[in-house]
């Protein structure tokens, strides 16, 4: 394993670094403030390039690079990549080129499979999670006989993105793609993009209770405890931990949205990305 040229800092005191599409990664940022409450936590949303889900896989490995290198510069002792989609087509590349603990997530089609008791489990995701290999892979290995109902999202980014979370048009857009899911029997319906927990209320409106609503925020929170135990780089302290934010968007609009979903307003700075000549390449 290479390190990219920049050496990851192992110390328990320094940050955990978080990065997303947008601000649907705060989602996972949520359920690991509240699993590791003493860590101090970086969380960059790279909104300038929302949603992912458009972009080609390059484009995305691209961004990936970029934003675990300014996290990984700013101490980072572990990155998490909170976002389906990058982690499909990234997260292999960032772990072969830095040296430190790379935790991605994917769509929780095991759990889904487990929990099924109609044989039918419905995926919610972006197009660019749904075609890449390692969801192919995901399900040839923990689909079995369970049938898999797969749909596309888009518009649903934006408008978390937006803040516009209980709007008529949101909720139509959740009626256009809950619906083929409910249709082909899906009793257990997988959140398999970050953005989507913030509308969970929204699709359980539509859902029903009888539907399970799998989110895998906690799941990941869970991974990154691990594997900072076993590195030996937990933070412990009775000390809060802080946060700090950036984005490479518009700031303005995104503290509206980072209060909403964050549940107030920290200052989120503007993405101070490497000069392309300096930027980590492999
Ligand atoms: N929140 C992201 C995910 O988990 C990406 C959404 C996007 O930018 O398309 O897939």
Same mark, same amino acid.
């Given at each position: 394993m290479t390190t990219g040229g920049v050496s990851p800092?192992? %110390?328990?005191q320094a940050p955990i670094g978080v990065f997303d599409s947008?601000?649907?990664?705060l989602s996972v940022l949520r359920a690991i403030r509240e699993r590791l409450p003493a860590e101090d936590l970086l969380y960059v949303a790279d909104a300038a390039h929302?949603?992912?889900?458009?972009? %080609?896989p390059d484009s995305i490995r691209a961004r990936a690079r970029v934003l675990t290198g300014f996290l990984v510069e700013r101490g980072a002792k572990a990155i998490v990549v909170a976002c389906n989609t990058a982690t499909a087509v990234a997260v292999s590349e960032l772990r072969h080129h830095w040296g430190l603990p790379i935790i991605g997530m994917e769509p929780a089609i095991k759990p889904a499979v487990a929990r099924t008791r109609s044989g039918t489990v419905g995926v919610l995701a972006t197009e660019g999670t749904l075609v890449s290999a390692r969801f192919a892979g995901l399900l040839e290995q923990y689909a079995g006989s369970v049938r898999v109902v797969t749909q596309p999202c888009p518009g649903l980014v934006a408008a978390v993105e937006a803040g516009a979370i209980d709007t008529p048009g949101t909720r139509a857009m959740l009626a256009e793609y809950l619906e083929p899911l409910l249709s082909a029997g899906a009793d257990t319906v997988i959140l398999?993009?970050?953005?989507y927990p913030f509308l969970t209320p929204l699709i359980r409106d539509y859902t029903g209770p009888e539907v399970v609503v799998i989110d895998t925020g906690d799941a990941v929170a869970r991974q990154v405890q691990r594997r900072l135990e076993r590195a030996e780089l937990r933070k412990s302290s009775r000390v809060p931990g802080r946060e700090w934010f950036w984005s490479s968007g518009d700031r303005e609009a995104g503290a509206a949205t980072l209060q909403r979903l964050w549940g107030h307003a920290p200052e989120m700075q503007a993405l %101070?990305?490497?000069p392309p000549g300096e930027q980590a390449s492999w």
């Open positions: 800092l192992q %110390d328990a947008g601000l649907g990664g929302v949603p992912y889900g458009g972009l %080609d398999g993009c970050t953005h %101070d990305e490497t």
